[in-house]
């Protein structure tokens, strides 16, 4: 049978480098997607070399593999966990989503080298429209908010690249905890904000992130300059760090008019036919 699988992009709020040590985090799906197909074949593996691999790491059939994207890669957008849930489920749709995450996470780690928690392919699984994931990395619960209409996010593009399998996520180990405990309090204050106290979560977050060591000096100096623009109410480096998205939160659509305006559209799918 002939597979499509499509898989959103995710965003995330607030809640940095908490995943791998049970924390929280607060991310929704927006559209921009991953698409699969997979196409039977009678012996032949077809496709790109890196998508092959991880499709005959699931146990894939003989096929031809076709993948269309427009989540950037290297931008701090998981362009990667959304192709190892493509994957999974292109192959084993039936799984439970909590096991489609955990099978995409083992291919980030086995075949990928991606050390990485476990945010990405929760937050791609798990999302729901007009509304923001809470999850808890402790006992793997998502609870879902509305987006308040005054949540308005764009993304700005640092230009600086990174590879998440090259990136020592033990940077800052004596700070480590701290950022935990104060990250994780920011994103329980984050449920009940308006749009301008998030704007000072946002910015305490990456001020906790730069002392954990996962920053860049040109990303901190691009976060700074877009604190202090007028009408923007806060800024902070997004994804595994050195690079990739800014994530800006805004008092309307008319500011920073170069960004991209992202919100809570993003829908996962799978279909199969003949």
């Not at 499509?4 to 927006?30: C, K």
């Not at 427009?70 to 096991?99: F, H």
């Amino acid at each position: 049978m002939h597979r499509l699988v499509r898989v959103p992009s995710r965003v995330n709020i607030i809640g940095e480098h908490t995943d791998y040590a049970g924390g929280l985090a607060l991310p929704f799906t927006i559209d921009n997607y991953l698409q699969l197909e997979i196409i039977p074949h009678d012996s032949d593996f077809i496709g790109d070399e890196t998508v092959v691999r991880l499709w005959q790491a699931v146990g894939g059939y003989p096929a031809e593999l076709v993948v269309n994207s427009n989540i950037p890669i290297g931008k701090g957008m998981s362009s990667s966990a959304a192709l190892c849930v493509a994957v999974v489920v292109g192959m084993m749709p039936d799984l439970e989503k909590m096991e489609i995450c955990l099978h995409a996470q083992r291919l980030e780690h086995e075949i990928l080298g991606t050390k990485c928690g476990l945010l990405d392919q929760m937050a791609m699984v798990f999302g729901r429209k007009n509304h923001a994931s809470l999850i808890n990395f402790t006992d793997l619960s998502v609870d879902y908010i509305a987006m308040p209409k005054s949540w308005c996010f764009k993304l700005v593009d640092s230009r600086i690249h990174r590879k998440l399998a090259d990136i020592d996520y033990r940077s800052n180990d004596d700070y480590r905890s701290e950022h935990l405990l104060t990250e994780n309090q920011r994103v329980t204050d984050a449920l009940s904000s308006d749009a301008e106290h998030l704007g000072v979560l946002l910015n305490q977050s990456h001020h906790s992130l730069m002392k954990l060591g996962v920053s860049h000096p040109e990303v901190d100096e691009m976060v700074k300059n877009l604190q202090l623009t007028h009408g923007v109410l806060g800024a902070r480096m997004m994804g595994g760090g050195y690079g990739g998205m800014i994530l800006v939160l805004v008092e309307s659509d008319k500011i920073l008019p170069s960004g991209l305006t992202v919100s809570s559209t993003g829908t996962f799918s799978f279909e199969e036919f003949s």
